[in-house]
Structure formats: C-alpha cells, structure tokens
T-cell receptor, first 115, second 114 residues
Framework: DAGVIQSPRHEVTEMGQEVTLRCKPISGHDYLFWYRQTMMRGLELLIYFNNNVPIDDSGMPEDRFSAKMPNASFSTLKIQPSEPRDSAVYFC?????????????FGPGTRLTVT | AQSVAQPEDQVNVAEGNPLTVKCTYSVSGNPYLFWYVQYPNRGLQFLLKYITGDNLVKGSYGFEAEFNKSQTSFHLKKPSALVSDSALYFCAVRDPRENNDMRFGAGTRLTVKP
C-alpha cells in the first residue's frame, strides 16, 4: 500500500486566497483525521471522519476552515480566505474500522505558507 | 477526559547510552497508549502501543515502553541510542470508553550526540 497520500506537499499563497489541501487515506481505513502542527501550538486535531461522516470538528479554528469527505478514498481541507497565521504543516491520518486500539497512519504533510 | 503529558521538551544522550523519553497520562479507565516518532519534514510514524497484557511493549527500531499503571506512566526506552534516533517523539493516549479520539502530548525532541 502506498500509505496516506497528501497533496500538495508545499503550498505558498497570498493572504486572502483560497487554499485546498487533499488527502487519500489508506484503502480499507474508515477513520480519517486532519491535524495541524506549528511550533507554538504543537499537534492539533482539527476534525475527524468515520465512514465519511464528520464526527468531531471542535478543533476547527474558525469558519474559514472547512473539510469534506465525499467518498472513502478522498478528503479535502479548505481555508477561505487564508491568513498568515494559518501557516503550518497540515497532516492527514487514517486508521481502521473499530479503531479504538488501532494506530493512526500519517501522511507526509502539506507545508502551507501564507504571505 | 483523557490527557497526556511529556514533561521534557528536550532529551540529550550520547550515542551508545540508554535513553528514556517520559510520558504520563490521565484517563478514567484503562488506557490505550501509543508512541510515535517524527523525523524532520516527515509525518508521524507509529512506533509501538500498549492495549492490554504484558506491561513491557516492544516496537520498531529497538524501542520499548513500559506501562506502569500505579504511576500512570508509559516511558519510551532504548538500551543503546543511535545518532539516527534523533527526532521528535510523541506519546498519545486514548480512553477506550470514550467516543473521541486520541490525545497527543506536546512532543519531546531527542538528540543523540556521537
């Protein structure tokens, strides 16, 4: 298996622009997570899905952030409009059904820079 | 609510010496505990987990961790550190009775010097 795939790996954009991050989870995994990592705040869970349904989005910082999972093999995290404080590394992770004891598998991340 | 603490931001050891990265947790029931490692410019990589059974868990790259219920700890250890072990290490906890996801610690940066 190719593992969790994220694109793009790097994104540089100007303040006010829309940014879309993409994730393909590992086939057969029913949970998908979006995280943000910064030096100041460490690793933060933004939202997670189970069977394509959002379960907990309490970590989404504000309405400028939205996430979708239209099918089992694809998810997006959108920021509109983007701001410099959104600069971070965004990780997608997935894990199996009945995942309470299962580890999460992380993608390589998308490094977002908003100027 | 579940939580996890990594009391040390940074750990420095000499190559060949044993290493310990500390983790303590707070969970109302019996926890599921995990260790992940992050190398520069990479995603987190699973190292090992404790679910039930033997308190000493062995994982990838020669790492092991010991679950200590009385001290609510799950310290990561390795008998002989390598320079290539230098990375950021995260402890995570999940309460199997709660319908939420795992909580990650703030991370500990391990530096192994030759």
């Amino acid at each position: 298996d190719a593992g969790v795939i994220q694109s793009p790996r790097h994104e540089v954009t100007e303040m006010g622009q829309e940014v879309t991050l993409r994730c393909k989870p590992i086939s057969g995994h029913d949970y998908l997570f979006w995280y943000r990592q910064t030096m100041m705040r460490g690793l933060e869970l933004l939202i997670y899905f189970n069977n394509n349904v959002p379960i907990d989005d309490s970590g989404m910082p504000e309405d400028r952030f939205s996430a979708k999972m239209p099918n089992a093999s694809f998810s997006t995290l959108k920021i509109q409009p983007s701001e410099p404080r959104d600069s971070a590394v965004y990780f997608c992770a997935s894990s199996k059904r009945q995942a309470r004891s299962y580890e999460q598998y992380f993608g390589p991340g998308t490094r977002l820079t908003v100027t | 609510a579940q939580s996890v603490a990594q009391p040390e931001d940074q750990v420095n050891v000499a190559e060949g010496n044993p290493l310990t990265v500390k983790c303590t947790y707070s969970v109302s029931g019996n926890p599921y505990l995990f260790w992940y490692v992050q190398y520069p410019n990479r995603g987190l990589q699973f190292l090992l987990k404790y679910i039930t059974g033997d308190n000493l868990v062995k994982g990838s790259y020669g790492f092991e961790a010991e679950f200590n219920k009385s001290q609510t700890s799950f310290h990561l250890k390795k008998p002989s550190a390598l320079v290539s072990d230098s990375a950021l290490y995260f402890c995570a906890v999940r309460d199997p009775r709660e319908n939420n996801d795992m909580r990650f610690g703030a991370g500990t940066r391990l530096t192994v010097k030759p």
